[in-house]
């Protein structure tokens, strides 16, 4: 994941990353997501579990406001 995040900003210079994380998740630890900070635009601290977050949609708004709602979807799996 390191890898692939350092990657595509290096090949995707006009594109822009969030990440949302729960501190609360129970599959991936919080400090592993802290980790991918240097390769974000924007890390975004969430609560509860993996499969249950509460998604901070306000924040996402503003994100996806900043960036004209260019964006692309990616799913990391626990690969750190």
């Not at 900070?37 to 306000?58: A, E, L, Q, V, Y």
Request: a positive charge; aromatic letters at 16%.
């Amino acid at each position: 994941t390191f890898e692939y995040l350092k990657n595509y900003k290096k090949n995707n210079s006009d594109s822009h990353v969030m990440i949302i994380h729960s501190e609360s998740d129970e599959i991936v630890p919080y400090n592993q997501g802290l980790m991918m900070r240097p390769f974000c635009d924007r890390f975004i601290k969430s609560s509860g579990t993996h499969n249950n977050m509460i998604i901070p949609w306000k924040k996402i708004k503003e994100f996806l406001d900043l960036h004209q709602w260019k964006f692309k979807m990616v799913y990391f799996e626990k690969n750190i």
